[in-house]
């Protein structure tokens, strides 16, 4: 596979990044589930004016279909929708759920990707959390059903695992969600099972590790003025704004004391999606269920310090840091075992760590412009 290669002089990064992305295949066309859908689907992607969201909706495109954006832009960004087809309104909101369903008739399947998703916060805000992702969901879900729109894929969280002594986790590893966040993402899982085992409601949950990164052509990517994920904290101190990047728990029982991640590139996550909804019923009838659970993630397990390592090694400077307690709600971590993705999505990530850090790096450069920071 080529590498990608970032600058800090001449070269135009996006062109080099897009060059990069082409190569990298939508989908393999292996695996257990066999491709069961029209040439051409539409698809309701809740949250799709986020971060994650709209990188999947620019792959479901890529890929030949059509989503139909709904976010409330309560975190999610109107830059990111541009000329998509897109209802500003809460998941929710049943009347405005029926309408979609109404203008769009052939609607054959829902990402549900909208949450509320900072740990810390959650622990802050608990009410919220649970309102937005459980309570909401659940009318967002009962509404589809209703309507006949029954296939959802849902976007969960490897924070629900517990720790395992290799940090390597399988869908039926133990379970310890240790924030409301976390927990929320849990709840709904198990919510999904029951309703599925209940109604005519099917399910593809997949439980996504640690995404980085942005779309191949830097159109969209993270937006937080301030990013709590890591790799937003570290590009903030590389470029001055912070005194120093904060390790946040160096007493963890991994290879150097700091937690561990899989850190997917989000673009391969957003492959992903789309082999889960173009092979959604292969899926469930090769598993045998009306709901299943998937990891995404790389499958190799990367510390803090290997990250920060990592990072210098791209960016080409050392980063100042200062060791600190874990944040409340921090876990240890793990990493995926990705065996089921690959059967059941014909899936794999494509994308390495220095890539995903690159591309962080080239929509840092950019994403003033888009969404008019200062």
């Keep these: 596979m080529a590498t990608f290669q970032t600058s800090r002089g001449g070269d135009d990064p996006s062109a080099l990044w897009s060059d990069f992305a082409a190569a990298v295949p939508q989908t393999d066309r292996g695996g257990d589930a066999p491709l069961r859908y029209p040439l ?14 709209s990188i999947t909706v620019t792959a479901l495109e890529q890929a030949g279909h059509t989503p139909i954006v709904l976010d409330s ?19 929710a909101d049943r009347e405005l759920v029926r309408r979609i369903v109404n203008e769009h008739p052939d609607l054959d399947c829902t990402i549900h990707m909208a949450a509320r998703i900072v ?40 924070s629900v695992y517990d ?28 919510a999904l099972e029951d309703i599925s ?20 052509d830097l159109t969209s990517g993270g937006y937080d003025r301030e990013p709590s994920h890591v790799v937003g904290q570290l590009m903030l101190t590389a470029q001055g704004l ?31 999606h789309v082999a889960a909804v173009e092979r959604f019923d292969g899926i469930l009838d090769a598993v045998g269920a009306r709901s299943t659970i998937i990891n995404l993630g790389t499958g190799e397990g990367v510390t803090v310090r290997e990250l920060l390592a990592a990072f210098e090694e791209v960016y080409g400077a050392s980063v100042p840091t200062r060791e600190a307690p874990p944040r409340p709600g921090d876990a240890v971590g793990a990493y995926a075992n990705v065996d089921k993705a690959r059967d059941l999505l ?29």
């Design 346 to 374: 014909g899936w794999r990530s494509s994308l390495s760590l220095r890539d995903g850090i690159a591309s962080s790096l080239d929509w840092g450069r950019k994403r003033n412009e888009i969404l008019g920071f200062d």
């Design 197 to 216: 085992a209940g109604t005519d409601l099917r399910a593809v949950i997949l439980r996504y590790f640690n995404p980085i990164g942005s779309d191949p």
């Design 119 to 158: 740990v810390p916060e959650s622990v802050e805000q608990p009410y919220e959390y649970y309102r937005d992702n459980v309570a909401k969901s659940l009318e967002l879900f009962d509404e589809l059903r209703s309507l006949g729109k029954t296939r959802i894929v849902f976007s969960s969280s490897a």
């Design 242 to 272: 912070k005194d120093a990047f904060l390790i946040t728990g160096t007493g963890y029982p991994t290879r150097d004391g700091t937690g561990i991640r899989d850190y997917i590139h989000v673009w391969d996550l957003a492959r992903a």
């Design 73 to 91: 832009l309560l975190k999610g960004r109107r830059e990111f929708v541009r000329e998509r087809i897109f209802y500003e309104g809460d998941i």
């Design 163 to 190: 720790l395992v002594d290799d940090y390597e986790v399988d869908e039926t590893s133990p379970l310890a969600p240790t924030s409301p966040y976390a927990r929320t993402k849990r709840v709904m899982e198990m």
């Design 40 to 53: 051409a689907m539409k698809i309701l992607v809740t949250g799709g004016a986020g971060y994650i969201g």
